[in-house]
């Protein structure tokens, strides 16, 4: 832009992140932490950033059009061509995996009915808290570890031939998933293992004995054991869900769950949750609720190893989120879920084109008008907020020549001035960075660590960033120390 680099949505936060990470790993591996300065990254998986690192520093082409640019593009087009012969060989209907490759790009949830009954609009993409298929790419990490489960569903499909390099690259990319995306690791560990068990399959339970090594080896060597990552804090996302006025905000199903409990009226509260429990998986699934048609033909399922599989791994994609939070963010849980609703619109566009042959002609042309009509509102409103022509934040030219002339300065530890939400109020759409939100910016800008960025990542990684909060706002707001301060910290710039 003629005012410098415009940013969208979660790219104001989470693709700085990642470009300041990328610019972390060129240097070394394991990397230090962009924004905690001094020491080195501990509690995140940086397998994508380091695959984006490794190809820019090969292709000489600059990290930040390798993560906005190339590799979405490259991502969704595996998405769908993994996901075309993962359907076709699932199901032998190409009708099937037409619909299902329709609901794996376009499906939102059933949100835009919140939203219309609030407000008269259409939009509540995370009105339930899982975002949806128009926003995989903004979480780079999921869209990859997606591709790589993909590729294991395919894997998993010839163990009928019992040839050793499946097993090695099944347990090849089973350990290395925790690199990519730890849930998705959780998930696909869990799936197997209980597989394994219950149709005493040895293939199966080799993969996770492999897997299970090697994402031991990566887990302990990134991660610190003494770090409580999951919180048991069962039906934290539904309560939620149903009580915030920015998500379903149903207060009467909140008061009605609340007087059950204080009275005693176990009935009424168990109604309630049930319900809730129900709203919180329609609502996310959308149409992909057609999935759930396939528990009719459930004897089948269990026959058959790889639909056993994928009914284990949706199950628990969901019961995670529905019984786990985060530390640190604590509906970050939520993430689990994704996979599951991948694995629902593989299901939902199967019924579908059940639906299209058993039904009478003019029954289920309708259906499948209405269906392919309403299941992409949602997405549909969330990609307007990205087609306009101004960004909702940015960086401004002059700015950007600071930090560009930064980053070609000595390595050394960046001070900043620490984040005020207050400026924002002040300042016209687009915002600067620097007053849009507590983000990694300068990092990922001038190439440099700096002493403490970006507060809601710290808080993801379980840092101790407070103390460097308060010792920073001493430095700039009461000048105590100034020298003594910058010294200790090796602050250069």
Same mark, same amino acid.
């Given at each position: 832009?003629?005012f410098g680099?415009g940013?969208?949505?979660?790219?104001?936060h989470?693709?700085?992140?990642?470009?300041?990470?990328?610019?972390?790993?060129? $240097?070394?591996?394991p990397p230090?932490?962009?924004?905690f300065?001094?020491v080195?990254l501990? =509690?995140?998986?940086?397998?994508?950033?380091?695959?984006? /690192? /490794?190809?820019?520093? #090969?292709? %000489?082409?600059?990290?930040?059009?390798?993560?906005?640019?190339f590799?979405?593009?490259i991502?969704?087009?595996?998405?769908g061509? *993994?996901?075309?012969?993962?359907?076709f060989?699932l199901?032998?209907?190409?009708?099937?995996?037409l619909?299902?490759?329709y609901?794996v790009?376009f499906?939102?949830?059933? *949100?835009w009915?919140?939203?219309?009954?609030?407000d008269?609009?259409?939009?509540?993409e995370?009105a339930?808290? /899982?975002?949806?298929?128009?926003?995989?790419?903004?979480?780079?990490?999921?869209a990859?570890s997606?591709? !790589?489960?993909?590729?294991?569903i395919?894997?998993?499909? %010839?163990?009928?031939?019992?040839?050793?390099?499946?097993l090695?690259?099944?347990?090849?990319?089973?350990?290395?998933?925790?690199?990519f995306k730890?849930?998705g690791?959780?998930?696909?560990?869990?799936?197997?293992?209980? #597989?394994?068990?219950?149709?005493?399959?040895?293939s199966y339970?080799l993969?996770?004995?492999? *897997?299970?090594l090697?994402s031991? @080896?990566?887990?302990?060597?990134?991660?610190?054991?003494?770090?409580?990552?999951? !919180?048991?804090?069962?039906?934290w996302?539904?309560?939620?869900?149903?009580?915030?006025p920015?998500?379903?905000?149903w207060?009467?199903?909140?008061? /009605?769950?609340?007087? *059950?409990f204080?009275?005693?009226?176990?009935?009424k509260?168990?109604?309630?949750?049930?319900?809730?429990?129900?709203?919180?998986? +329609?609502?996310?699934?959308?149409f992909r609720?057609?999935?759930?048609g396939?528990?009719?033909?459930?004897?089948?399922?269990?026959?058959?190893?790889?639909?056993l &599989?994928?009914?284990?791994?949706?199950?628990?994609?969901?019961l995670?989120?529905?019984?786990?939070?985060?530390?640190? =963010?604590?509906?970050? %849980?939520?993430?689990?879920?994704?996979?599951?609703?991948?694995i629902?619109?593989?299901?939902?566009?199967?019924?579908?084109?059940?639906?299209?042959?058993?039904?009478? $002609? &003019?029954?289920?042309?309708l !259906?499948i008008?209405?269906? @392919?009509?309403?299941?992409?509102i949602?997405?549909?409103?969330?990609? %307007?907020?990205?087609t306009?022509?101004l960004?909702h934040?940015?960086?401004?030219q002059?700015?950007?020549?600071?930090?560009?002339?930064?980053?070609?300065?000595?390595?050394g530890? +960046?001070?900043?001035?620490?984040?005020?939400?207050?400026?924002?109020?002040?300042?016209?759409?687009?915002?600067?960075?620097?007053?849009?939100?507590?983000?990694t910016?300068?990092?990922?800008l001038?190439?440099?660590?700096?002493y403490?960025e970006?507060?809601p990542q710290?808080?993801?990684?379980?840092?101790?960033?407070?103390?460097?909060?308060?010792?920073?706002?001493?430095?700039? &707001?009461s000048?105590?120390?100034?020298?003594?301060?910058l010294?200790?910290?090796k602050?250069?710039?």
């Open positions: 832009y003629p680099l940013f969208w949505g979660p790219n104001t989470d693709g700085i992140w990642h470009l300041s990470l990328i610019n972390q790993l060129i $240097k070394s591996v230090e932490n962009p924004i300065a001094g080195v501990k =509690n995140y998986h940086f397998f994508y950033d380091l695959l984006i /690192a /490794a190809t820019g520093y #090969l292709s %000489t082409i600059p990290p930040i059009d390798l993560v906005f640019r590799y979405p593009i991502l969704s087009l595996m998405l061509i *993994g996901t075309y012969y993962l359907v060989n199901f032998k209907d190409k009708l099937a995996v619909f299902s490759l609901f790009y499906a939102g949830s059933f *949100g009915i919140v939203s219309y009954i609030k008269k609009s259409l939009a509540g995370s339930f808290w /899982a975002n949806q298929s128009i926003s995989f790419n903004l979480n780079p990490p999921f990859i997606l591709v !790589i489960i993909i590729a294991l395919h894997i998993f499909s %010839t163990f009928d031939k019992k040839t050793k390099s499946n090695f690259l099944a347990s090849l990319l089973t350990g290395s998933l925790i690199g730890a849930y690791a959780a998930l696909i560990l869990g799936s197997v293992f209980i #597989l394994g068990i219950l149709k005493r399959q040895l339970l993969v996770f004995v492999g *897997g299970m090697l031991a @080896l990566i887990f302990f060597s990134n991660f610190q054991v003494t770090s409580q990552l999951l !919180i048991f804090s069962p039906f996302l539904i309560h939620s869900m149903i009580d915030s920015d998500r379903v905000g207060m009467k199903l909140s008061l /009605a769950r609340q007087a *059950g204080e009275k005693s009226n176990w009935f509260f168990i109604s309630v949750e049930a319900l809730s429990l129900i709203i919180f998986i +329609v609502g996310n699934l959308g609720v057609l999935s759930l396939s528990l009719i033909k459930i004897r089948n399922i269990f026959k058959d190893n790889i639909f &599989f994928l009914l284990i791994f949706s199950i628990i994609s969901f995670i989120p529905i019984l786990f939070i985060q530390s640190g =963010n604590p509906w970050n %849980t939520i993430q689990f879920s994704y996979y599951g609703l991948y629902g619109a593989l299901f939902g566009g199967a019924t579908l084109s059940y639906l299209f042959f058993k039904l009478p $002609k &003019f029954l289920s042309v !259906i008008f209405t269906v @392919l009509i309403l299941t992409p949602n997405s549909v409103v969330t990609a %307007t907020y990205y306009g022509y960004p934040a940015k960086v401004d002059k700015e950007i020549e600071a930090l560009d002339f930064l980053s070609k300065q000595e390595n530890v +960046v001070l900043t001035y620490p984040y005020d939400k207050k400026i924002k109020q002040k300042i016209a759409e687009p915002w600067p960075l620097f007053a849009y939100d507590s983000t910016y300068v990092s990922a001038s190439k440099k660590s700096v403490i970006d507060e710290n808080q993801i990684l379980l840092t101790d960033y407070k103390k460097r909060l308060v010792a920073s706002k001493d430095f700039f &707001f000048g105590t120390n100034g020298k003594t301060f010294k200790e910290n602050i250069k710039f």
